[in-house]
C-alpha cells in the first residue's frame, strides 16, 4: 500500500476517496507540509521563521536581512532547467534487439486480487459492459445518433486538449517532455517481457557487451518512471516500453541497481574503491568517457526518479545505498548533483530509521567529495530542513530529532571553519529574539522563545559546540550560546516550565563538562526544589515526559508526580555539576550554599523522598570532607594555577574509587532507567514510529 | 460655500431686521473709535444694496457672529453644511434669548474683537491661542471704558426683538429629532464655550446655561458639557483668589465697574462651585469616573491657587490609590505636579495634599498602591529655608519650646510698655495687617511661613512613613502569633513599605535626630524580617525588603553624620544571612548591589573578622549565582581586600598566618554571625574555580584578585561600584550577540574535559552493511508495480466508462432535438423504458 506516481496519486485524488482516507490517516506526521515540494516548504518554514521574528521585532532591526536568508539562501532556481535537457532515452542498437514474443497473458490475472483497487475495477468494469451494451443498441437502433456522437466527441476531444495544455502549466514542463517522446517513440512502443530482460542481463553482466546496454538502460528508465504518465491520453505513448509484469518490473530494477554501478567502474577502469571526483574529471576527455556518458547519466537520472516515486522505506534504502556507491558519477552532472542533494535531505528529513541514515551518507559523501562546492549547501539545506522539522516534537518523534541533530552536528564537524560562521549567524539570531523577548517581555516573543524550534536549534549548536570545542575559534561561540541558555532560563523561572529549566541546566552541564569551563548552575537547579506550588493534592497523577514538553500543562503542577520530578531531576542535574568538579580544589565552597539550601529542603519535603535528599547531602559533604582534608596537606595558594591544577588529578585518574564518583555512577544508572521506564509508559512513541517512515507524497512531487 | 451660507444667514437676519426693527438708531460711537476690519470693509463692497441698511445696522455684532460661525466651524464639530441652515437661526435666536438682559456686554464683546482686531488677532485666533492674564486685564479695562461711553441705548432695540424670536424658537425646536437634539447641543455647547472664551465678561451668564445643559440626560453630553466647562474654567479662572465681599462692603456704595466685577467674580464662583458639586457627584457614578476624574486633575493642575481647592484635592486624593491604572496613574501625576511646581499655589497644596495623603494611609490601614506613597518621593525640602535662624526646624517638640519661651518672654515685656507703646501698636497692627493681604494676595509667602508649610508637609510624610512601618512591624507580629499557618507573604502583605523604604533613604537628613533610636529599631527588626529566633519559616518580608531596610538604616546613619551611636552589627549580621537567601530572578539583584556598595564598600569601619567574613561570603556567593550577580560580589570583595591589607592572608594558604587569626581557628561556613565564622583561618580557593568561569570578565577578575598580594600595599580603587558591574553584565543589557565584544583571552587554552567526545562517538550513522533482503525486495517492488498497474487499470476503465454515460446522455439530448424536431413517436415509449 501506499506506493503512488505522480499521476497516480492525482488519480487517486479524483476516485479513490477511500483509499485516500486511509492514507491519510498514516499520513498525519507530515500533512503539514503543503505539497509544494519539499524545498519550497523548507524555504517556507524559514521565511515563516523570519517573519515572524521580524513581526516581534520592535526596534525594527531587519532581522531577515543579516541573517537566515543572506546567509542562507543559496540559490535553487537551477533546479527547475535541469528537467528540460531531458536525454533520458536512449538510442538502442537494433541489432540485438530482442523481439518480443506474444506473451499476454491476462494482466489482471496475475494480481494477487483482494485489493480494495482491484474490486472496485472490477465493478467498475462490469458496469462499463452493461453501458456499453446499451449504447450499442441505442447505436444500432438510430444511426443518426451515432453520426451525432461522433461529431459531438470530435468537438469535446479539440475541448480537452486545450484545456490540458492550459490548464497544466505548473507540470507542462514534464508533461511536454513525455509528449514529445511519445510521439517520437509511439512507433516503437514495444512491450518488456521477462525474457528480454533475461538475456539483455545475460549480454551485459557475462559477456561484457554493452550494445544491449542502452535497451536495458532505457527498459529501467520506464521501469522507473512506471505509472507516473498514465493518463488514458498519453498511455500507451509513456514510454518505449510498456512493463508486462511485476516479475519484469522487478527484475529490471533489481538488476540495474545491483550491477549499474559495477557495469560502468568496469567499463570505464575505475577500481571499486575509488572515490575521488577527480577520477571522473581526469576521465571527461577519453573516448570511453564520451561514448558511456548519456548512459551513465540516464541511470542516474532514473535511479534520482525512481526515489521520488517510490515511498517503501525497503527500495528506498537500497536504492540510496545503490546510489551512494556510484557517487563520483555525480561530478560530471552538476545539475543532477543538486538534484541528489534535495532529494537525499529530504529523505534525512522526513524518512525514518535507515532510508534517513542512508540519505544522510550521501549528503556526507557529498559534503566529503565535492567539498569545495558542495559542502555550504548540505549544511544551509539540511539545517533548513532541521529547522522545519524541529517545529512540533512528539513523544516518538524526539528520537528522529536526536536522529537528525547527530548526523547534523557530525555534518558540521567536516568542516568546522565553514559550519562555525553558519552557526554564528544562527545564533546571533537566537540572541537576538532572546533579548527582544527580555527586553520587552512581550507574549509574542516570549512564545517564541518557549517553542521547540527555539529550544532545538540551541540544542543543536549545543551539540555541535561541545563536539567541537577542541576548536580554538569556537570560544566565542561557547560564551554566546551560554548567554542565549542562561537567558532562557532566566526568563522562564515558573514551575510550568520545569521541562525548559532541566533542559537549559542539561545543556550547561554539558557544555560545561566538555570545555572544562566552570558554569554556575547549582543556583538554577536548587530553585526547581522552591517551586511554590500550593497544596499538593497527593494524587499521582497522570504520567508525563518531562523530555517530550516545554510547558507543562497546569494540572500537572499539584501532582506528586510532577514533584517528584523535580525533586528527581534537580538531584540528578546537581549530581552532574557536582561530579564534574568533584576533585577540584574548591570544591568545599562550592557545594556550601547549596547544602545550605539542600538542608533547608531536606526538612520540609514530602516523607518518601526524603532519603534520597539526604543521600545527596551525605554523599556531598563527605566529598567537602575529602576535598578538604586533602586540601590541608599541600602547601601551595591559590594564585599557584598549575598546583592547582595537578591537584588531586591523581585520584581522579585513578578512577571511580572516590565515593562521590561512586554515587555519581549509580545517580546516573539510575536516571538512565528512570527515562527509559517513562518512555515505555508513554503510549504513541510506537505509532510515531512507524507514521515516521510514511511520506507525504505530495512533497516530492517537486523535486524531480 | 461657507461664504455662501454666511450671506444667506445674513440676509434673513437683515431681512427680519427690517421687519421688527423699529427706526434705526444711529449709533453714536464717533466713527474714528470703530475699528473696521478689512473683511468688514469688503463685504460691506460687496453688498452695495444693503449698503444704506448696513449704515444703520449693528455691524458689531454681525461681525461677531461671523467670527463665532467661523470659530464654529473650525472646532472639533463636524457640520453638515445643509443642516447648518436652520440651527444657525436657532443660534442667533438663543442669542438673543440670552443676551437682552446684559446688551451692553454683548455690544462691548464685538468692541472689543475688533479692537484687538488690530494686532492681526481675529477671533477665531484668540479662541485657540490662549490669553495672557495681562492680555485679558486689558481687554476688562477697555470694555469698561466703552461700557460707559454706549451705555443704555441698545436695551430698547433687544427688548423689541425677544417675542417674535422666542416664538420662532419654539416652532424650530419641535422640528428637531433627537439627534439633531444632541447635534443642536453640542454645536451649542460649543458656541457657548467659544462665546465665553472670546469675552468671559460679556458671556459670563452663559457659564450657568452650560451647567445646565450638564445635567442633560445623556451621557455623552454630560461629558461633553464638563469637558467644555473645564476648558473655559481652566482659561478664564483669574490668577488670584475671589473673596466675595462681605455684607458690610455690600452696603458702601461703589462705582459701576466694581458692580460689574463684583457680579462677575460671584457669578463665576457659584458657578465654579455648582460645577464642582456636579463633579463631585457623578465621580462616584463608575461611567463618569474616568471624565471627572481628568476633570478634577486638570483643574487641580491649572488652577491649585483658586477658591474650593481643597474639595479637588480631596477628591484626587482619594483616587490616588484607585485600581483603576488610568485614574491612578492621572492622580499620581497631578500630585506630583503639585509638588514640584510650588510656585503656582505658594507650597499651600502641598502641605494639605500631603497631609490628605496621610490621613488616607491612615484610614486605609496601609493598603495602598505603592503609586500613592512614591509621590513623596517628589517633594523638595529646602534645607537652608529654616538652619540659620531656628537650626532644629524639624525637630518640632524643641521648636515649640522655643516658641513658647519666645512668647512668654515678649508678654511680659508688652505688659509693662503697654500704655506708653500703644498707639505705635496700633500703627503697626494695621500695617501688618496690610502686609498679611499683600502677602495672602501676592503668593509670595516669607520664609517663616514656608518654613511652617516645610515642617508641616515633613511631618505628615514622617508620620506616614512611621506609620508604615510600624504597620509592617504589626503584620509580622500578628503573624508569628498565627505560628506561621497562613502562607508567606510577598510583597503584596505590605505595599507601602518599599516605596516608604525609598523615601525614607531620600529623606533620610531630615529626619528628627529623637525619632532616630525608634526608627533604628524598627528597621533592625524588619531587616530581621522576623520577631521569632526562628527565622527559618518566617519570611514575611522579601530578602529585597530587607536589604532595602538594611540600606535604609545605613542611609539615616551616613546622612546623620554618624552623631548617633547605634550599633550597626545587626545589619551586617543581616546582610550576610540574606546574601545566601538572595534567589535570582525572585529578588531584585540591583538592590543587593545597592546593599554591597552602601555597606561594604562604603563603610569605614575597619573590623578585620567581619571583613574576612565577608569577603569569604561573598566569594563563595559568586559560585552558586549568575555572571552579574557574581560580578558584583567580586567587585565588592576587592573592594574589601584593598581596604583590609590583612584580609589578604586570605589569598594565600599560609599555615603560619596565625597570628591574625581570631578566637576561632576553623572557619565555620555555616555560621549566622560573621563574627563567629572565623573566615580568617580560610584561604580563598573559590578564586580558582572562578577563574575558569565561561564569562571573560568574570574570570579576568577572579584572576586579577588573586593575584593581589599581601606583601605591598596596593593604593589604587576599583573605579566600578557593585551597582555598575550588576547593571553591566545583567543579561537584559549585555549585548552578547556581537562577538567582538568579548575579548577571549587568547593564551587560555581550555583542556578538553573527559566527558567530550570527538565527532565520531556520536556518529549516528547505523549499520551500513546491512544485507539486502533481495526477496523482500522484490516482493516490495512487485507490490508497487501491482499497485501502479491498478491504478492505471482503473483510470483507463474510468475514462471508458465516463464515455460510454457521456454518450448515453449525449443521446437524449439528441432524442429531446429529435422530439422538438418532429412530432413525438411511438418509439419514444420504449426508449423511456430502457432508460
Known amino acids: 500500500m501506499g506506493k503512488l506516481g505522480k499521476k497516480a496519486r492525482k488519480f487517486a485524488k479524483k476516485n479513490l476517496q477511500s483509499v485516500l482516507k486511509r492514507k491519510r490517516k498514516l499520513k498525519s506526521m507530515f500533512k503539514k507540509k503543503s505539497s509544494r515540494g519539499e524545498q519550497d516548504a523548507a524555504d517556507d518554514q524559514l521565511q515563516d521563521e523570519t517573519n515572524l521574528l521580524n513581526g516581534r521585532n520592535l526596534e525594527g532591526e531587519d532581522i531577515e536581512g543579516t541573517s537566515l536568508d543572506s546567509i542562507f539562501s543559496e540559490d535553487d532556481s537551477d533546479v527547475a532547467g535541469d528537467d528540460s535537457d531531458s536525454d533520458g532515452f536512449l538510442s538502442e542498437d537494433s541489432s540485438c534487439m530482442y523481439v518480443p514474443q506474444s506473451e499476454n497473458g491476462n494482466l489482471l490475472e496475475d494480481n494477487g486480487g483482494g485489493s480494495a483497487l482491484l474490486v472496485q475495477n472490477r465493478e467498475i468494469h462490469l458496469e462499463l459492459a452493461k453501458k456499453k451494451k446499451k449504447l450499442d443498441r441505442l447505436k444500432e437502433k438510430d444511426p443518426e445518433f451515432s453520426k451525432f456522437l461522433e461529431s459531438y466527441h470530435k468537438g469535446l476531444e479539440e475541448l480537452r486538449n486545450d484545456e490540458n495544455y492550459s490548464d497544466e502549466d505548473e507540470e507542462s514542463d514534464l508533461n511536454m517532455q513525455s509528449m514529445n517522446e511519445d510521439s517520437l517513440n509511439l512507433k516503437n512502443a514495444k512491450l518488456l517481457t521477462n525474457s528480454a530482460i533475461d538475456s539483455w542481463c545475460k549480454i551485459v553482466g557475462e559477456q561484457h557487451n554493452i550494445s544491449a546496454l542502452p535497451s536495458l538502460l532505457n527498459g529501467y528508465r520506464a521501469a522507473c518512471h512506471y505509472g507516473t504518465s498514465s493518463t488514458s491520453a498519453v498511455d500507451a505513448a509513456a514510454s518505449s516500453y510498456s512493463i508486462q509484469n511485476s516479475e519484469t518490473f522487478c527484475n529490471i530494477l533489481m538488476f540495474m541497481l545491483r550491477e549499474a554501478d559495477n557495469i560502468f567502474r568496469g567499463l570505464l577502469g575505475i577500481s571499486c574503491s575509488s572515490c575521488r571526483k577527480e577520477t571522473i574529471l581526469d576521465l571527461k576527455n577519453t573516448a570511453k568517457w564520451k561514448s558511456l556518458k548519456p548512459m551513465v547519466k540516464s541511470y542516474l537520472r532514473s535511479t534520482l526518479f525512481l526515489l521520488n516515486q517510490v515511498t517503501d522505506s525497503e527500495i528506498l534504502a537500497f536504492s540510496l545505498t545503490r546510489l551512494r556507491a556510484s557517487i563520483i558519477f555525480f561530478s560530471a552532472f552538476p545539475s543532477l548533483l543538486r538534484r541528489l542533494i534535495k532529494i537525499a535531505v529530504h529523505l534525512w528529513a522526513t524518512g525514518g530509521g535507515t532510508v534517513s541514515s542512508c540519505a544522510f551518507l550521501i549528503i556526507q559523501d557529498v559534503a566529503l567529495i565535492f567539498s569545495s562546492d558542495c559542502f555550504d549547501t548540505c549544511l544551509i539545506k539540511t539545517y533548513k530542513a532541521f529547522i522545519a522539522h524541529s517545529k512540533f516534537v512528539k513523544p516518538g518523534f524526539y528520537k528522529h530529532i536526536q536522529f537528525l541533530r547527530n548526523s547534523f552536528v557530525e555534518l558540521c564537524s567536516l568542516d568546522v571553519e565553514k559550519s562555525s560562521k553558519k552557526a554564528l549567524v544562527s545564533m546571533q539570531q537566537l540572541a537576538k529574539i532572546l533579548q527582544q523577548g527580555l527586553r520587552t517581555r512581550k507574549k509574542e516573543a516570549i512564545e517564541k522563545i518557549c517553542s521547540w524550534q527555539y529550544t532545538n536549534c540551541i540544542d543543536l549548536w549545543v551539540m555541535f559546540i561541545s563536539a567541537n570545542i577542541s576548536d580554538n575559534s569556537l570560544q566565542h561561540l561557547l560564551f554566546m550560546i551560554i548567554q542565549v541558555i542562561n537567558g532562557v532560563a532566566y526568563l522562564f523561572p515558573g514551575p510550568r516550565y520545569l521541562p525548559l529549566r532541566l533542559k537549559t541546566i542539561q545543556w550547561l552541564n554539558h557544555l560545561s563538562s566538555s570545555s572544562g569551563v566552570f558554569i554556575p548552575v547549582a543556583s538554577l537547579v536548587l530553585d526547581t526544589l522552591e517551586y511554590k506550588i500550593g497544596k499538593e493534592s497527593g494524587q499521582p497523577g497522570k504520567a508525563f515526559n518531562i523530555s517530550s514538553a516545554i510547558k507543562l500543562p497546569k494540572h500537572c503542577l499539584k501532582s506528586r508526580k510532577f514533584q517528584e520530578e523535580c525533586i528527581l531531576s534537580a538531584i540528578e542535574l546537581l549530581t552532574v555539576h557536582f561530579g564534574q568538579w568533584s576533585y577540584h580544589i574548591s570544591f568545599p565552597e562550592l557545594a556550601s550554599i547549596p547544602l545550605i539550601r539542600l538542608r533547608k529542603f531536606h526538612e520540609t519535603t514530602i516523607e518518601n523522598l526524603r532519603h534520597v535528599v539526604k543521600r545527596l547531602i551525605d554523599q556531598v559533604e563527605q566529598n567537602v570532607e575529602f576535598v578538604q582534608k586533602k586540601r590541608d596537606e599541600v602547601a601551595f595558594s591559590p594564585n599557584d594555577q598549575q598546583s592547582v591544577e595537578s591537584f588531586l588529578q591523581l585520584e581522579k585518574g585513578g578512577g571511580g574509587n572516590a565515593p562521590f564518583t561512586q554515587y555519581y555512577n549509580s545517580i546516573m544508572e539510575k536516571a538512565a532507567s528512570r527515562s527509559l521506564l517513562m518512555n515505555e509508559k508513554l503510549p504513541g512513541s510506537e505509532k510515531a514510529r512507524k507514521t515516521g517512515k510514511v511520506h507525504d507524497k505530495g512533497e516530492r512531487l517537486k523535486v524531480n | ?835
Open chain 2, 1 to 835: 460655500m461657507g461664504m455662501m451660507g454666511k450671506e444667506r444667514g445674513m440676509g434673513k437676519k437683515k431681512k427680519r431686521q427690517k421687519i421688527i426693527l423699529p427706526p434705526e438708531l444711529p449709533p453714536e460711537i464717533p466713527e474714528d473709535e470703530v475699528e473696521v476690519s478689512d473683511e468688514d470693509l469688503q463685504f460691506f463692497d460687496e453688498n452695495r444694496d444693503y449698503a444704506g441698511f448696513v449704515s444703520t445696522l449693528d455691524t458689531h455684532s454681525i461681525t461677531r457672529r461671523r467670527q463665532a460661525e467661523k470659530q464654529k466651524e473650525e472646532s472639533a464639530l463636524q457640520v453638515d453644511p445643509v443642516d447648518a441652515l436652520p440651527v444657525k437661526t436657532l443660534d442667533g435666536e438663543l442669542y438673543y434669548r440670552t443676551a437682552p438682559k446684559k446688551p451692553k456686554d454683548s455690544e462691548n464683546a464685538a468692541d472689543k474683537n475688533e479692537a484687538d482686531g488690530e494686532d492681526g488677532n481675529e477671533g477665531v485666533d484668540k479662541s485657540i491661542v490662549k490669553l495672557t492674564k495681562a492680555e485679558r486685564r486689558a481687554k476688562l479695562k477697555k470694555s469698561k471704558k466703552e461700557a460707559k461711553k454706549q451705555g443704555k441705548e441698545l436695551d430698547k432695540t433687544e427688548d423689541v426683538q425677544q417675542t417674535p424670536q422666542a416664538a420662532v424658537l419654539a416652532e424650530v425646536k419641535e422640528d428637531l429629532t433627537a439627534e439633531e437634539t444632541f447635534e443642536s447641543k453640542k454645536r451649542k455647547l460649543a458656541e457657548l464655550g467659544m462665546a465665553l472664551l472670546a469675552d468671559p465678561e460679556a458671556n459670563i451668564k452663559t457659564l450657568k446655561e452650560m451647567l445646565q445643559i450638564s445635567k442633560d440626560d445623556d451621557q455623552a453630553i454630560v461629558k461633553l458639557a464638563l469637558l467644555s466647562l473645564l476648558a473655559v474654567f481652566k482659561d478664564i479662572i483669574p490668577g488670584y483668589r475671589i473673596r466675595l465681599p462681605t455684607e458690610k462692603e455690600l452696603e458702601m456704595t461703589v462705582s459701576k465697574e466694581v458692580k460689574k466685577k463684583r457680579y462677575y467674580e460671584s457669578t463665576l464662583l457659584s458657578t465654579y462651585k455648582a460645577y464642582l458639586q456636579k463633579l463631585m457627584a457623578l465621580e462616584r457614578q463608575a461611567s463618569f469616573q474616568h471624565v471627572v476624574v481628568r476633570c478634577i486633575c486638570t483643574l487641580l493642575d491649572a488652577v491649585p491657587h483658586f477658591n474650593f481647592r481643597e474639595s479637588l484635592l480631596a477628591a484626587v486624593i482619594k483616587n490616588i490609590s484607585s485600581s483603576d491604572d488610568v485614574v491612578r496613574k492621572l492622580c499620581c501625576a497631578t500630585v506630583k505636579s503639585l509638588f514640584t511646581d510650588d510656585g503656582k499655589h505658594g507650597g499651600e497644596a502641598t502641605v494639605e495634599a500631603v497631609q490628605l495623603i496621610a490621613d488616607h494611609v491612615k484610614a486605609h490601614d496601609c493598603q495602598l498602591h505603592p503609586d500613592s506613597i512614591e509621590v513623596f518621593m517628589y517633594l523638595t525640602f529646602d534645607e537652608d529655608l529654616g538652619r540659620p535662624e531656628n537650626p532644629n526646624e524639624d525637630n518640632k517638640v524643641k521648636n515649640k519650646k522655643n516658641k513658647k519661651r519666645k512668647n512668654h518672654g515678649e508678654s511680659g515685656e508688652l505688659q509693662e510698655r503697654d500704655r506708653k507703646k500703644n498707639r505705635q501698636e496700633l500703627v503697626t497692627k494695621m500695617r501688618e495687617e496690610v502686609n498679611a493681604d499683600f502677602r495672602a494676595a501676592s503668593f509670595a509667602p516669607d520664609v517663616k511661613e514656608r518654613r511652617r508649610m516645610q515642617s508641616e508637609a515633613l511631618s505628615a510624610v514622617f508620620e506616614t512613613y512611621f506609620r508604615i512601618l510600624k504597620h509592617s512591624m504589626r503584620k509580622i507580629s500578628v503573624r508569628s502569633e498565627e505560628n506561621g499557618s497562613s502562607l508567606p507573604g510577598a510583597s503584596g502583605n505590605h505595599p507601602l513599605l518599599v516605596p516608604c523604604l525609598i523615601g525614607l533613604g531620600k529623606f533620610s537628613h531630615l529626619i528628627d535626630l529623637d525619632f532616630m533610636g525608634d526608627l533604628m529599631n524598627c528597621l533592625r527588626k524588619l531587616a530581621c524580617g522576623s520577631s521569632n529566633s526562628d527565622g527559618s519559616c518566617n519570611k514575611l518580608l522579601t530578602v529585597s525588603e530587607r536589604l532595602r531596610c538594611c540600606i535604609v538604616a545605613f542611609k539615616v546613619m551616613r546622612n546623620n553624620l554618624e552623631a548617633l551611636n547605634v550599633d550597626l552589627q545587626e545589619f551586617f549580621v543581616q546582610l550576610y544571612n540574606l546574601i545566601i537567601e538572595y534567589r535570582p530572578g525572585r529578588d531584585q539583584g540591583e538592590v543587593l548591589a545597592e546593599a554591597l556598595k552602601i555597606m561594604l564598600c562604603d563603610d569605614r569601619q575597619h573590623d578585620m573578622q567581619k571583613a574576612a567574613a565577608f569577603i569569604k561570603r561573598l566569594a563563595t556567593f559568586s559560585l552558586c549565582f549568575g555572571c552579574a550577580e557574581s560580578m558584583a560580589a567580586l567587585v565588592t570583595l576587592k573592594h574589601l581586600l584593598q581596604k583590609n591589607v590583612k584580609c589578604r592572608h586570605l589569598l594565600e594558604n599560609d599555615a603560619g598566618g596565625g597570628s591574625v587569626l581570631g578566637s576561632i581557628v576553623k572557619y565555620q561556613p555555616y555560621a549566622s554571625d560573621p563574627g563567629q565564622s572565623g573566615a580568617l583561618a580560610s584561604v580563598l580557593w573559590e578564586l580558582n574555580l572562578l577563574s575558569k568561569h565561561y564569562h571573560p570578565a568574570v574570570s579576568t577578575m577572579a584572576s586579577n584578585v588573586s593575584g593581589m598580594s599581601a606583601g605591598h600595599n596596593q593604593v589604587y580603587l576599583a573605579k566600578v561600584s557593585p551597582q555598575q558591574a550588576f547593571a553591566d553584565l545583567s543579561l537584559e543589557h549585555e549585548s552578547f550577540i556581537n562577538p567582538k565584544n568579548i575579548v577571549m583571552k587568547s593564551n587560555h587554552k581550555r583542556k578538553r574535559g573527559s566527558g567530550s567526545s570527538g565527532a565520531a562517538s556520536i556518529n549516528p550513522t547505523p549499520d551500513t552493511a546491512t544485507p539486502i533482503d533481495e526477496d523482500g525486495l522484490k516482493k516490495k517492488l512487485s507490490e508497487h508495480f501491482t499497485l501502479l498497474h491498478d491504478i492505471k487499470e482503473n483510470e483507463r476503465l474510468r475514462g471508458e466508462l465516463d464515455r460510454v454515460t457521456l454518450s448515453l446522455q449525449v443521446y437524449k439530448e439528441h432524442k429531446n432535438q429529435k422530439k422538438r424536431e418532429h412530432a413525438s413517436k411511438p418509439k419514444k415509449n420504449t426508449e423511456k423504458t430502457a432508460s
